[in-house]
């Protein structure tokens, strides 16, 4: 598909309903699922060019290409915002600029590039695709460009392959911040902005 086209208006925000259905299948509470987009994304997985919003990791990008013996620590002499070692955010542009990136990173090698950006609503990173339910990174990535709704397909598919709807469950906020956002998410605080944005739910679903 072409990724530049445009996702239309109706698609690019997730429904109450929507929500209210897929938490149903998965046996949680709906805001709880609402919660989560709405930490990972501000409730929308595009952006207002219609292109899913992304972030571009430079050391997950290493660590892919490092894995498909591209020598990384040769690369990153040229590409030192692309190619990286350690986790920063230094090099994040926010937005359509995290375009560029991907596509400079694209250039130097396609798959690794899709596997090393987070994606869509719920921010999956790329190298997660056939936990989502996808045999190629390019189905996944054509799946973030097409709907909301997909985009939440991929992410309750993502939660039940690694069991992390139970901690949505039980609200263990801290437990589901530490194996979805990572070892990071205590100084992001992502656990205390799951509870708030849990509790704001309720409170406009109520």
């Known amino acids: ?21 897929a938490a149903a299948q998965i046996n949680i509470e709906p805001c709880a699922l609402q919660a989560v987009c709405n930490v ?13 919003k992304i972030l571009f990791e430079g050391h997950i990008f290493w660590r892919e ?8 620590e040769i690369l990153a002499a040229n590409f030192p915002s692309i190619i990286y070692q350690k986790w920063t955010k230094q090099h994040y542009q926010g937005g359509e600029k995290e375009y560029e990136r ?13 596997c090393s950006t987070s994606w869509g609503a719920f ?4 190298f997660h ?11 996944f990535v054509a799946a973030q460009h097409h ?11 993502f939660l039940v392959a690694n069991n ?32 708030i944005a849990y509790r704001w739910c309720q409170n406009a679903h109520s």
């Open 1 to 21: 598909m072409n990724m530049e086209d445009s996702t239309p208006l109706a698609l690019q925000t997730l429904s109450w309903q929507e929500i209210v259905a």
């Open 40 to 52: 990972e994304s501000s409730g929308s997985g595009f952006l207002s060019s219609g292109r899913p």
């Open 65 to 72: 290409l490092a894995k498909r013996h591209y020598q990384p």
């Open 102 to 114: 991907l596509a400079i990173a694209l250039s130097i090698h396609h798959e690794a590039a899709y």
């Open 123 to 126: 921010q999956i990173m790329g």
């Open 129 to 139: 695709h056939v936990l989502c339910g996808f045999r190629t990174v390019d189905d």
């Open 147 to 157: 709907s909301c709704h997909k985009q939440l397909d991929a992410f309750c598919q």
């Open 164 to 195: 992390l709807q139970l901690y949505l469950q039980k609200r263990d906020w801290a437990a589901f911040a530490r194996l979805y956002n990572g070892p990071e998410y205590l100084r992001n605080q992502y656990d205390k902005k799951l509870e």
